[in-house]
């Protein structure tokens, strides 16, 4: 296990119950380092999921009071100022964590306000993997810079690449050109912002608009902070496509990902096939996992390629 990794497992291990503690330290290091949550159940021991499947560490079972210590110990003892995150069923931890829970929903008079007791959490330990984007960008640099959607079924690393292809344009890492790069953070995964500052690297010229839906959020970022490209998560409905293409047409790139398997698979969603069918995007980046490794496949999609 890379030191990085290490220090990232170690990190999500100091966020368990206490009881759980020295069994998540005692994993054979091999295995820890493919641990990608641990998983918090009232009444049941706490798990490690690896591989897509989970694996009981310890004995004893989590109860509400650890679930709480572990809200209180993500949020710096102050639930309170992290709400608008716990209405949308996390929180997110110094050093990038994301916190995922569940429990019994308060409900307000229009919206979910927070909740009134947690049942279950998942720890996210986050993945930064510093130059998995090098070998996509160059086959774009040689063809002609343009918006890049990234497309994978879950769990194959799309937030990994969409974040690292960040911080290479901000840094200007492949071609010594840095560039001013915005993130809308809808969800708090690509910077995993925590009290106002990136607890992922996301690039030194890199400016993060946190929990703010990308509607909004790409135009104000237009208006406000005057970007060269801007990076988004998943794009879910056609507002999300609106604000994209006016951002296209202000000659802003785009960085974007989209759960599928292909682009014949996204084409059948209204809110994609507008962008591509508008040329918004010049690539395609396809993740496929073969014999137990992640190999990218760029392809180039309607629309002019500028340098």
Partial sequence: MNEMRKEKYEGAVRLLPFHSRQYAMEIDEK?????????????KPVSALINGREYSIGK?????????????????????????????????????????VCGTVARGVDDIVGYTMFSSANIRIPSEISGVSDEPLKYIFQKGFGSVLIVSPPGLGKTTLLRDMAASLSDGRLDGVKRRVAICDERGELAATYKGEAQLYVGKCTDVLDMCPKD?????LLRAMNPEIIVVDEITDERDSEAILRANSCGVYLAASAHGSGIEDILRRPAYKKLVDNHVFSYVINIKKESNKRKYIVSEVGGECLD
């Fill in 31 to 43: 295995l820890a380092s493919q641990v990608e949550e641990f998983r918090l159940r009232t009444g």
């Fill in 216 to 220: 909004k959020g790409i135009n104000m």
């Fill in 60 to 100: 004893d079972n989590v109860t509400i009071n650890d679930l709480n210590t572990l809200i209180e110990l993500s949020t710096g003892a102050s639930a309170y100022s992290c709400r608008e995150q716990l209405k949308n069923g996390f929180v997110t931890a110094a050093g990038g964590y994301r916190i995922g």
